[in-house]
């Protein structure tokens, strides 16, 4: 776990939490299947009973990134490291019969590659990692997201 951290003020005057790691997450849904941040907070606080979507962007197939929870807010997005991070969810990541698959659009790595240099502009201590990088039952994101991150800092 990173030993950098960043604390920063929100528009509204009251402080930042601290903000070392960015996690990135896929929906586990089909290609064909575009929902968004409406979706996904449906099922998170109707089937799981949270009190909101656990992440706090979504990134649909056409590139639009949604916001979920206030990035303020802790997340709900991995069990024991939410305290400290921000969650992002890619829609997509599964196929035929039920596996996982990279099939995220162009749209969608444009959009996630600015969204995290944004991020980490912001809180220049954070690491990028996946959510398999916490919980190895896990396979999402569906990719390597630390070698990922590496490349997109070169």
Known sequence: MPVGSCVFNTTDGHDMREINTIILHCAYTFPEMDIGAAEIR????QDNR?????????????GTVETGRPIEVV???????????????????KAEPGR?????????????SDLVKSLLEQFPSATVAGHNNFDRSKSCPTFDAKAWAENLLK
Do not use: K, M, P
Not at 42 to 45: A, F, G, I, N, S
Not at 50 to 62: E, F, T
Not at 76 to 92: D, F, K, R, Y
């Open 100 to 112: 996982q698959n990279t099939n995220f659009t162009a749209e969608q790595w444009v959009a996630l």
């Open 50 to 62: 949270w009190n909101d979507i656990g992440y706090h962007y979504v990134i649909r197939r056409d």
């Open 42 to 45: 449906r099922w998170h606080v």
């Open 75 to 93: 997340g709900a997005h991995v069990a024991g490291h939410n305290q400290h991070s921000i969650g992002i969810c890619l829609v997509g990541g």
